[in-house]
Nanobody
Framework: QVQLVESGGGLVQAGGSLRLSCAAS????????MGWFRQAPGKEREFVSV???????YYADSAKGRFTISRDNAKNTVYLQMNSLKPEDTALYYC?????????????????WGQGTQVTVSS
């Protein structure tokens, strides 16, 4: 069993940057496909990005070109670097893990979730 804890959220102005962290315990993040999702008030949970165990990455169109997912095996942590932030990026961001490979990934495959970290982008 893997446990996930997100951090790094906060309030930033449009055009700014944040780096979210997802610290794992119990298992190594390199053993799971690790995804980032977000959920804004009144909206469904939305896929953002995934890093697969073999290193490949995949991004939602909304994140492509602005966000970068990465993994630090020594720290057992997954990151989401978010640049050029927009007000529409405002959401609660979740880290999640799955042993199932699928391209594109689907939310239902991710059975382990963190508690979320809030990102608010002001205009």
């Amino acid at each position: 069993q893997v446990q996930l804890v997100e951090s790094g959220g906060g309030l930033v102005q449009a055009g700014g940057s944040l780096r979210l962290s997802c610290a794992a315990s119990g298992r190594t993040v390199s053993s799971y496909h690790m995804g980032w999702f977000r959920q804004a008030p009144g909206k469904e949970r939305e896929f953002v990005s995934v890093i697969y165990v073999f290193g490949s990455t995949y991004y939602a169109d909304s994140a492509k070109g602005r966000f970068t997912i990465s993994r630090d095996n020594a720290k057992n942590t997954v990151y989401l670097q978010m640049n050029s932030l927009k007000p529409e990026d405002t959401a609660l961001y979740y880290c999640a893990a799955t042993p199932t490979y699928r391209l594109p990934p689907i939310l239902a495959d991710f059975g382990t979730w963190g508690q979320g970290t809030q990102v608010t982008v002001s205009s």
